[in-house]
C-alpha cells in the first residue's frame, strides 16, 4: 500500500545532519582500522627476487627464487632449478633468519620432492637443496638486481652473427653437432647448445628459423633468458609455447606457422624488459622478465651475456642472425 508522505514523522534537519556525520564517521573509523599496524604484516626481508648458484660437486649451476608475501602471514612463491620451468612455491616457512619450502618434482624421474633449507643475511642467503634423486647440495644467493634503465638506449651499429659461412664467431658447451650449410647455421639432430663468443647488454636481435615437426629449440637472451621456439601451430599461447619466454610469460597470440617454414623474431632486450615480434606480429610488449630460466649458462643477471641457441631438444636450423647492441 502507497503510504501517505504527508503523514510520515519528519526528522528535523540538525538531526538528520548529525545522523549523517556519525555515519560518516563510523566508517571513517572502520576503514582505518583495517590498515592499523597492528592489524597488517610488515614486509618480509625475505621477499623479492633472488639469484642462487648450487655447487654440485664443485660444477656451478644456475637457479632462482622468488618470495611474495599472501594476506597477512603467508609467504609463497617460484622457483627454477637446472632445468624446466617456474615452479610455483604453494608456501615458504621463514622464522628468525632461516626458510625452508618443498615443491614436488617436475621432469625429474623421481617422485620425491625438492627440499630447499636456507639463512638470509641482508641481501645474501645461502643453505641446502636436497633433490629429488636423494642428494644434497650447498648453494648462495644474492638479491637480484632491479635492471632498470634510466634513459632510452642509443643503438649501435647492427652485427651479423652468422655470415652462412662458418661459425668463427660461436663456439659448443660440448661436443660440436652445428655446421654452416647452405647459408644456414644447422644443428641436424640433439647435440650440444650453440653460444656466441661475444656477450651483449642491451640489445635488437633479428633471427629466423625453422624446426620439423614436434621438435623444439630456443634463443637465449643473454644466455639466460629462453625464447621459446616449440612446434605450436594452433594451439594456445601459453608460457611454454612458441614465442613465449619460457615458464614465465605467455604471448598474447599464437603465431607459430607449419612445421618446415621459415619464422621470425625480432627481440629487444632493455635491462630485464623484452619485447618479442613474433612472424610481424608483437605477441609480447615491454614486458619485465622476472628471473633466468631453466637451461641458463648462470643466475648473474646484472652481467652482460651471449646469445645461446638451444641445441638438445631437436633439430633446427637458423640463419639471418643479426644483432644491433646498445651502445
Not at 618470495?67 to 617460484?78: D, F, K
Not at 620451468?85 to 628468525?96: H, K
Not at 638506449?153 to 663456439?171: A, E
Not at 599461447?237 to 605467455?250: H, M, Q, R, T, V
Amino acid at each position: 500500500m502507497k503510504k501517505n508522505l504527508s503523514t510520515m514523522p519528519v526528522l528535523k534537519s540538525s538531526k538528520l545532519l548529525s545522523l549523517i556525520l556519525m555515519f560518516m564517521l563510523s566508517n571513517s573509523l572502520s576503514a582505518k582500522d583495517h590498515h592499523q599496524p597492528g592489524n597488517t604484516k610488515a614486509i618480509s626481508p625475505l621477499e623479492g627476487r633472488w639469484d642462487l648458484t648450487i655447487d654440485m660437486d664443485g660444477k656451478s649451476a644456475p637457479s632462482w627464487l622468488e618470495v611474495n608475501h599472501s594476506g597477512l602471514s603467508m609467504l609463497t612463491g617460484h622457483f627454477v632449478g637446472t632445468g624446466g620451468s617456474a615452479r610455483p612455491i604453494s608456501r615458504v616457512y621463514f622464522a628468525n633468519g632461516k626458510f625452508n619450502f618443498s615443491i614436488p618434482p617436475q621432469w625429474e624421474k623421481e617422485e620425491n620432492n625438492l627440499d630447499v633449507e636456507g639463512i638470509l643475511s641482508g641481501d645474501n642467503m645461502n643453505g641446502t637443496m636436497k633433490f629429488p634423486d636423494g642428494k644434497t647440495y650447498n648453494w648462495n644467493g644474492k638479491r637480484a638486481p632491479s635492471l632498470n634503465r634510466v634513459s632510452e638506449p642509443k643503438w649501435g651499429k647492427p652485427v651479423v652473427l652468422f655470415d652462412g659461412k662458418n661459425l668463427d664467431q660461436w663456439h659448443t658447451a660440448g661436443d660440436n653437432q652445428w655446421k654452416a650449410e647452405e647459408g644456414m647455421l644447422r644443428s641436424p639432430q640433439t647435440g650440444s647448445n650453440l653460444i656466441t663468443n661475444k656477450k651483449f647488454n642491451d640489445f635488437k636481435l633479428h633471427i629466423e628459423f625453422r624446426i620439423p615437426a614436434e621438435s623444439n629449440s630456443g634463443v637465449y637472451l643473454r644466455g639466460r633468458y629462453e625464447v621459446q621456439i616449440e612446434d605450436s601451430k594452433g594451439m594456445e599461447p601459453l608460457k611454454d609455447y612458441f614465442s613465449a619466454i619460457y615458464g614465465f610469460i605467455e604471448p598474447t597470440e599464437m603465431m607459430a606457422k607449419a612445421a618446415g617454414e621459415w619464422q621470425t623474431y625480432d627481440i629487444t632486450l632493455i635491462g630485464r624488459n623484452v619485447t618479442i615480434i613474433a612472424n610481424g606480429k608483437m605477441v609480447i610488449c615491454d614486458r619485465p622478465i622476472p628471473g633466468i630460466t631453466g637451461g641458463a649458462l648462470d643466475s648473474n643477471e646484472g652481467e652482460p651475456g651471449p646469445i645461446l641457441l638451444q641445441g638438445d631438444h631437436g633439430p633446427v636450423d637458423f640463419r639471418n642472425i643479426i644483432i644491433t647492441p646498445a651502445k
